[in-house]
T-cell receptor, first 116, second 111 residues
Framework: GAGVSQSPRYKVAKRGQDVALRCDPI?????LFWYQQALGQGPEFLTY????????KSGLPSDRFFAERPEGSVSTLKIQRTQQEDSAVYLC??????????????FGQGTRLTVV | GESVGLHLPTLSVQEGDNSIINCAYS??????FIWYKQESGKGPQFIID?????DKRQGQRVTVLLNKTVKHLSLQIAATQPGDSAVYFC??????????FGAGTRLFVKA
């Protein structure tokens, strides 16, 4: 595709339910990032992949959050036993260089997760 | 700790006027700065970036100024148009994998 694609666009989950959010990066992009954006706030870093390797997961808020990118392209962010504080927009971004620094990252439209 | 913040949460300007959005950062080790524009329901869109070895960089209708002495970053938008209405984020990077975003400034353009 022409840009980063995320699905679903909206997800409503009952508290305690598991959810999986999908990111299709721009074809050929080496780097993939996940961010969490709470209402009225700036995006906060969650995790970073370089190809299939998860090089930084320091931003994941708890062990209920898990991300994978098994073939170095599509990535999935999984949240287990969702809590109300998990409600946010989850953004995926990709860039075409192996280094994160000094490169333009392209963002998807995000998945808005609402936990009720 | 690292932080990036903005002086003004909202800015309202008349169409055709110039806009200036300010940002303060606290990490003197940051060496790369980016401005993003985010429209409602969309992801952030890259506008312009600047490295720490520069003071000024110009793009199409936008200019970013970096003052390392006072750790201040600004985005200037010339001849602001209604399509410029959005939330603007400054972000910083210290050379690692994380990009740290500020809280954002909402720009309203009055026709």
């Amino acid at each position: 595709g022409a840009g980063v694609s995320q699905s679903p666009r909206y997800k409503v989950a009952k508290r305690g339910q598991d959810v999986a959010l999908r990111c299709d990066p721009i074809s050929g992009h080496v780097s993939l990032f996940w961010y969490q954006q709470a209402l009225g706030q700036g995006p906060e870093f969650l995790t970073y992949f370089q190809n299939e390797a998860q090089l930084d997961k320091s931003g994941l808020p708890s062990d209920r959050f898990f991300a994978e990118r098994p073939e170095g392209s599509v990535s999935t962010l999984k949240i287990q036993r969702t809590q109300q504080e998990d409600s946010a927009v989850y953004l995926c971004a990709s860039s075409d260089l192996g280094r994160q620094v000094n490169t333009e990252a392209f963002f998807g439209q995000g998945t808005r997760l609402t936990v009720v | 700790g690292e932080s990036v913040g903005l002086h003004l949460p909202t800015l309202s300007v008349q169409e055709g006027d110039n806009s200036i959005i300010n940002c303060a950062y606290s990490n003197s080790a940051s060496d790369y700065f980016i401005w993003y524009k985010q429209e409602s329901g969309k992801g952030p869109q890259f506008i312009i970036d600047i490295r720490s070895n520069m003071d000024k960089r110009q793009g199409q209708r936008v200019t970013v100024l970096l003052n390392k002495t006072v750790k201040h970053l600004s985005l200037q938008i010339a001849a602001t148009q209604p399509g410029d209405s959005a939330v603007y984020f400054c972000a910083e990077n210290t050379g690692g994998f994380k990009t740290i975003f500020g809280a954002g400034t909402r720009l309203f353009v009055k026709a």
